[in-house]
């Protein structure tokens, strides 16, 4: 399973950015998608996920400003990210779960600054 994510870049504070990630590979139908990021000096952090059912969770710093969603033909997540802050500010990783193993993609800046 590869993960390619992009979307990332600069944008002033309270603009939209949307982050893609295109899975490829042998992908099956059960799997959890998710979006995780790490500031500078920071450890990464999970931001939000969605099964293959569509269920989908979000952290509390998220939460009513991004969304989630997954085209599943396409295999591929997108993260709509909303009402940007400059805490927001980060690389953005994508990640899979399938059969129990944890795939990441290659990440994505993104920054929030006036």
């Known amino acids: 399973v590869q993960l390619q994510a992009s979307g990332g870049g600069l944008v002033q504070p309270g603009e939209s950015l949307r982050l893609s990630c295109a899975a490829s590979g042998t992908i099956f139908s059960a799997n959890i998608m998710g979006w995780f990021r790490q500031a500078l000096g920071k450890q990464r952090e999970l931001v939000a996920t969605?099964?293959?059912?569509?269920?989908?969770a979000y952290a509390d710093s998220v939460k009513g400003r991004f969304t989630i969603s997954r085209d599943s033909a396409k295999k591929t997540a997108y993260l709509q990210m909303n009402s940007l802050k400059p805490d927001d500010t980060a690389v953005y990783y994508c990640?899979?779960?399938?059969?129990?193993?944890?795939?990441w993609g290659q990440g994505t800046l993104v920054t929030v600054s006036s």
């Open positions: 990640n899979m779960i399938q059969l129990g193993r944890n795939y």
């Open positions: 969605i099964t293959s059912n569509g269920a989908v």
